[in-house]
């Protein structure tokens, strides 16, 4: 069927900096996505790692509804009710005294990383702006992110980058404790490496990382955008850690699909952002914070949070038979509902073409580099859905085989 809007017209009006699938959905609900032809779709994806509720949840829906014909925005030369209770709820839950809301994760990063350099120059002198990261890591498209992100290629071509910016191999305690000094303000990790392939921190590389923290004066950032609200079967990611962060980063699933995105941190660091320090015009707007203080609600519960843990265990069990099957992966990953599959020597490159398959044979997966193929659906995906998903991916599996074989 020829649709007025379709996908030529995104290379016709759009700038070519994304390469989208080539169905058009049109309407979520729950787990279940549907096209311009009314073909469904089972969601493994959540819109990555975002949708954390599924599709349209009832809840969100209805409290989405009812701000809107309240009050969508301000700005904040006031403040508003959502946001005070969004910031109490947050400091209830985590670690942390204070809160700044933005609308990505990019935005609470370039807060967490300002923040850490203001308050080490601040407190102790000009010279001490070394921020740590870490090879292939990923925090978000600003300028300032991409440079402390470690993938080159995304901050190539810009120009000259921020300074100061130290990049290590991720989990590699000697190497941690041969960079960091006196001059180091921040060392920044994700729990969990999303994007380069879903790559779990060591817990001793965690604590070693506190440690010399502690040690050398320097902020901890973790940047849970991507492991956070409950991905992991924990709220966030570090509380099975044993080890706090000074500052904490999350999006994503914060909004259950509303963009929103909050940095976190101890009252301590927080002195650092006076009034004119660094701001946004959207940020905390009660919209967005509405939606978000519903899906902490819903999420940090512990029937939910074991839920994910046993979704877990579904995924696994499933990916597991299928592998026994197919021989596609070498590695089966992950914690929670963030699974990623590493793609074996044979297959190198072609976890985006595994996508595709996936998606014709009506399950929307994603992809974590060009070797992992990853899953972050709704955190209460029903296991029926699990079921359907898992068995839909097992004919992509056998289409991408025998696509190979007919090829050779
Ligand atoms: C997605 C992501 C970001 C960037 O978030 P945006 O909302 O796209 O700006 C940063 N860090 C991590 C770990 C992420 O997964």
């Not at 994760?105 to 203001?118: D, F, I, Q, S, T």
């Not at 963009?259 to 015009?281: F, K, N, R, W, Y």
Request: charged residues 20%; proline residues 5%.
């Amino acid at each position: 069927m020829a649709h007025e809007l379709n996908r030529h017209t995104f290379d016709a009006v759009m700038v070519p900096n994304y390469a989208p699938g080539a169905v058009i959905p049109v309407r979520g609900e729950g787990s279940h996505i549907w096209d311009q032809d009314g073909r469904s779709y089972i969601d493994f994806a959540g819109g990555i790692a975002v949708n954390s509720l599924g599709h349209c949840h009832p809840e969100l829906v209805k409290v989405l509804t009812d701000q809107a014909n309240k009050l969508w925005h301000l700005s904040n030369v006031w403040t508003n009710e959502p946001a005070l209770k969004l910031a109490q709820q947050l400091c209830q839950m985590t670690f942390a005294d204070k809160v700044y809301f933005a609308n990505s994760g990019a935005e609470a990063n370039e807060a967490a990383l300002k923040l850490a350099r203001r308050y080490a120059v601040d407190k102790y002198s000009a010279d001490k702006h070394q921020i740590i990261a870490f090879d292939n890591a990923f925090h978000g498209r600003t300028f300032f992110t991409v440079s402390v992100g470690g993938q080159p290629k995304y901050s190539e071509g810009f120009g000259p980058v921020p300074e100061g910016i130290s990049h290590l191999p991720f989990n590699d305690i000697q190497a941690l404790e041969k960079a960091i000094s006196h001059h180091t303000c921040a060392v920044i990790m994700e729990p969990i490496q999303g994007e380069a392939g879903i790559l779990p921190a060591d817990p001793d590389f965690i604590r070693r990382a506190r440690e010399l923290c502690n040690q050398y004066n320097a902020l901890l950032i973790f940047d849970e955008i991507q492991t956070g609200v409950g991905r992991t079967g924990e709220l966030y990611a570090y509380m099975r850690t044993g080890v706090k962060p000074d500052i904490l980063t999350t999006a994503k699933a914060l909004g259950g699909g509303f963009p929103i995105g909050a940095m976190l941190c101890t009252d301590e660091v927080a002195q650092a952002m006076v009034v004119g320090t660094h701001g946004s015009t959207y940020g905390g707007n009660p919209l967005g914070c509405r939606i978000a203080s519903r899906v902490l609600e819903l999420v940090n519960d512990r029937d939910l949070l074991d839920g994910v843990r046993e979704r877990h265990l579904m995924f696994m069990d499933g990916l597991d038979e299928l592998n026994d099957r197919h021989h596609l992966f070498s590695d089966i990953r992950g914690h929670g509902l963030l699974i990623g599959c590493q793609l074996n020597d044979q297959w190198q490159g072609q976890a985006r073409d595994l996508l595709v398959h996936a998606q014709d044979a009506g399950v929307m997966v994603l992809i974590a580099g060009p070797n992992v193929l990853r899953f972050a659906p709704s955190l209460i995906i029903p296991p029926d859905d699990i079921h359907t998903g898992l068995e839909r991916l097992g004919q992509a599996m056998v289409q991408f085989l025998h696509t190979r074989t007919e090829e050779a």
